[in-house]
């Protein structure tokens, strides 16, 4: 069975860590990474990596906060609330995870839903 807390905890790690091999770790060597529904998923290991080292180039001052994961299974949903400084201006990314896990208790599967607004803004109070 896996640890969806223990797995949440390291996806936010990695992303204020900017570190793209932690998090290319928590997918199996085949999952797929669609960051962006309207756009090819990122694929495999490599693909993750890269993706990751290419979007957290431009991040710093990273605070990110996960809600609590919903489970049915496999598959589980979570939000993430982000401030960060990006490419110079501080902006806030709410958004959520669509996740399906492997046997191992590495995620095959993720669908990234957001939306990016300036400046660092706090969520409401019945967020996560």
Not at 21 to 26: E, P, Q, R
Not at 48 to 61: N, P
Not at 63 to 84: A, H, K, L, N, Q
């Amino acid at each position: 069975m896996t640890d969806v807390g223990a797995w949440v905890e390291t996806y936010r790690q990695a992303w204020e860590e900017s570190d793209a091999a932690k998090a290319a770790g928590l997918f199996t060597e085949d999952a797929t990474y669609r960051s962006n529904i309207f756009e090819e998923p990122h694929s495999g290991h490599e693909g993750i990596a890269a993706y990751w080292t290419s979007v957290t180039a431009t991040q710093s001052d990273i605070e990110v906060r996960m809600g609590r994961p919903i489970v049915d299974g496999e598959r589980v949903s979570v939000e993430f609330w982000t401030t960060m400084n990006n490419e110079g201006a501080d902006v806030t990314l709410p958004g959520c995870l669509l996740l399906e896990f492997a046997d191992d208790g590495r995620c095959r599967r993720l669908h990234e839903y957001y939306e990016f607004m300036a400046g660092r803004l706090e969520p409401p109070e019945e967020w996560g």
